[in-house]
């Protein structure tokens, strides 16, 4: 592979193996909003994507429950690491969310965390990728759902994705 293929993302020929004992958690955390909520990604891998919340005071409503956009904020970040893992060190794939219905199914109080959010992807194509995302209180029950439409940026629509 050439610089310039390398500057540009571009892989020549088939995907090389991921190297052995390369985990993608210890090399990219979550973006700033979610890890000031206390979110963090505990399980990724192609098409799925998991996350812990551990619901601090700044998450709480005047009800005192989890606020809708804090929750909504969850979601939309596990759907949104779903569609972009990459197994190759010093690279990344990004998606910006097109659209994301959230649907509450019960309200979630600081006690019952962690919370556990999980992304899947449900289909679309190198461009567009379709998640549903759902999440858990600690005693398993469901507390909100999500599906989403996400865009892959170009550079990022095959699992090599692009240089950090």
Known sequence: MSASDDAN???PGPLPDPPAGFDTLDEESVSALPAVQGMRRVEWRDGFAALTW???????????VAHG???????????????VYCPYPGRRRRAFTLSLDL?????????????RAEGRVT????????????????AGALVAKAQGVFRLRSDSRSLWGAPR
């Not at 956009?69 to 569609?83: E, F, S």
């Open 9 to 11: 993302g571009a892989l």
């Open 54 to 64: 551990e619901i601090g005071a700044e998450a709480v409503n005047r009800q005192g």
């Open 69 to 83: 956009g804090a929750t909504a904020t969850l979601l939309d970040t596990a759907a949104g690491y779903a569609p």
């Open 103 to 115: 649907q509450f199914v019960g309200a979630i109080r600081p006690d019952e965390g962690p919370v």
């Open 123 to 138: 289909g679309g194509g190198s461009a567009i990728a379709f998640v549903e995302a759902q999440a858990w209180n600690n």
